[in-house]
Protein backbone atom coordinates (compact mmCIF):
# COMPACT_ATOMS: atom_id res chain seq x y z
CA UNK A 1 0.00 0.00 0.00
CA UNK A 2 0.87 3.66 -0.27
CA UNK A 3 1.48 5.81 2.54
CA UNK A 4 1.12 9.93 1.88
CA UNK A 5 3.13 12.16 3.88
CA UNK A 6 2.65 16.03 3.11
CA UNK A 7 4.68 18.82 4.02
CA UNK A 8 5.33 22.58 3.22
CA UNK A 9 2.17 23.98 5.09
CA UNK A 10 2.90 27.47 7.65
CA UNK A 11 1.74 30.52 8.08
CA UNK A 12 1.87 33.25 5.10
CA UNK A 13 0.60 36.62 4.37
CA UNK A 14 -2.60 37.47 2.08
CA UNK A 15 -0.91 37.33 -1.54
CA UNK A 16 1.73 35.22 -0.63
CA UNK A 17 2.84 31.81 -2.01
CA UNK A 18 3.40 28.23 -1.07
CA UNK A 19 4.17 24.79 -2.49
CA UNK A 20 2.78 22.21 -0.45
CA UNK A 21 4.39 18.77 -1.60
CA UNK A 22 2.41 14.93 -0.60
CA UNK A 23 5.49 12.15 -1.15
CA UNK A 24 4.53 8.81 -1.89
CA UNK A 25 6.18 5.64 -0.35
CA UNK A 26 5.82 1.78 -0.66
CA UNK A 27 5.42 1.56 -4.32
CA UNK A 28 5.53 3.56 -7.73
CA UNK A 29 1.87 5.84 -7.94
CA UNK A 30 2.24 6.61 -11.61
CA UNK A 31 -1.49 4.95 -12.29
CA UNK A 32 -2.86 7.22 -8.94
CA UNK A 33 -5.20 9.84 -9.19
CA UNK A 34 -3.81 12.18 -7.28
CA UNK A 35 -5.80 14.93 -5.38
CA UNK A 36 -6.08 17.98 -2.56
CA UNK A 37 -8.40 18.92 -0.50
CA UNK A 38 -8.62 21.06 2.57
CA UNK A 39 -10.79 21.13 5.02
CA UNK A 40 -10.79 25.14 6.90
CA UNK A 41 -12.30 25.82 10.48
CA UNK A 42 -15.86 24.38 10.96
CA UNK A 43 -16.19 23.58 7.76
CA UNK A 44 -16.56 20.34 5.89
CA UNK A 45 -13.58 18.94 3.70
CA UNK A 46 -13.55 20.13 0.31
CA UNK A 47 -12.10 19.62 -2.86
CA UNK A 48 -9.85 21.62 -4.50
CA UNK A 49 -7.26 20.13 -7.26
CA UNK A 50 -6.76 16.51 -8.88
CA UNK A 51 -4.29 15.37 -11.40
CA UNK A 52 -5.30 12.27 -13.17
CA UNK A 53 -3.08 9.39 -14.43
CA UNK A 54 0.37 10.33 -16.18
CA UNK A 55 -0.85 12.02 -19.92
CA UNK A 56 -4.13 13.19 -17.46
CA UNK A 57 -5.68 16.56 -17.21
CA UNK A 58 -6.06 18.78 -13.79
CA UNK A 59 -9.30 20.49 -12.57
CA UNK A 60 -9.80 22.78 -10.08
CA UNK A 61 -12.62 24.02 -7.91
CA UNK A 62 -13.65 27.54 -8.49
CA UNK A 63 -11.93 28.83 -5.37
CA UNK A 64 -9.03 27.92 -6.27
CA UNK A 65 -8.90 28.00 -10.06
CA UNK A 66 -6.40 30.51 -11.30
CA UNK A 67 -4.18 30.66 -8.56
CA UNK A 68 -3.29 26.72 -7.60
CA UNK A 69 -1.82 24.65 -9.95
CA UNK A 70 -1.15 20.84 -9.15
CA UNK A 71 1.58 18.41 -10.71
CA UNK A 72 3.70 15.28 -9.95
CA UNK A 73 6.36 14.19 -10.50
CA UNK A 74 6.27 10.29 -10.71
CA UNK A 75 9.84 9.64 -11.19
CA UNK A 76 10.12 11.10 -7.28
CA UNK A 77 6.51 9.61 -6.37
CA UNK A 78 5.05 13.28 -5.40
CA UNK A 79 2.78 15.38 -6.18
CA UNK A 80 2.43 19.40 -5.72
CA UNK A 81 0.29 22.13 -4.93
CA UNK A 82 1.45 25.22 -6.00
CA UNK A 83 -0.66 28.04 -4.03
CA UNK A 84 -0.17 31.70 -5.07
CA UNK A 85 -2.32 34.82 -4.22
CA UNK A 86 -3.31 33.65 -0.98
CA UNK A 87 -6.35 34.50 0.44
CA UNK A 88 -7.21 34.42 4.35
CA UNK A 89 -10.43 31.79 3.24
CA UNK A 90 -7.65 29.86 2.07
CA UNK A 91 -6.82 28.64 5.34
CA UNK A 92 -7.39 25.12 5.75
CA UNK A 93 -5.75 22.09 6.78
CA UNK A 94 -5.13 20.17 3.62
CA UNK A 95 -4.96 16.84 2.56
CA UNK A 96 -3.19 14.63 -0.36
CA UNK A 97 -4.89 11.95 -1.81
CA UNK A 98 -5.05 9.08 -4.14
CA UNK A 99 -6.32 6.24 -5.80
CA UNK A 100 -5.87 3.38 -8.53
CA UNK A 101 -9.67 3.64 -9.15
CA UNK A 102 -11.04 4.56 -12.44
CA UNK A 103 -12.55 7.49 -13.14
CA UNK A 104 -16.04 6.14 -14.19
CA UNK A 105 -18.09 9.82 -14.27
CA UNK A 106 -16.58 13.37 -14.63
CA UNK A 107 -16.83 14.39 -11.09
CA UNK A 108 -15.90 11.14 -9.27
CA UNK A 109 -12.80 12.37 -8.22
CA UNK A 110 -14.59 15.80 -6.40
CA UNK A 111 -15.83 13.18 -3.63
CA UNK A 112 -13.34 12.13 -0.85
CA UNK A 113 -15.14 8.38 -0.52
CA UNK A 114 -13.38 8.11 -4.04
CA UNK A 115 -9.60 7.53 -2.64
CA UNK A 116 -7.90 4.92 -0.66
CA UNK A 117 -4.92 6.56 0.50
CA UNK A 118 -5.13 9.75 2.41
CA UNK A 119 -2.06 12.26 3.97
CA UNK A 120 -2.10 13.28 7.49
CA UNK A 121 -3.16 16.68 6.27
CA UNK A 122 -0.53 20.00 6.59
CA UNK A 123 -1.65 23.18 8.23
CA UNK A 124 -2.26 26.54 5.78
CA UNK A 125 -2.44 29.91 7.20
CA UNK A 126 -3.06 32.96 5.40
CA UNK A 127 -3.56 36.33 7.81
CA UNK A 128 -5.01 38.95 6.47
Known amino acids: QVQLVESGGGLVQAGGSLRLSCAASGRTFSGYIMSWFRQAPGKEREFAAV????????YYADSVKGRFTISRDNAKNTVYLQMNSLKPEDTAVYYCAGTTRPLYSGNSYLQGAFYDYWGQGTQVTVSS
Open 51 to 58: IIRSGGGT
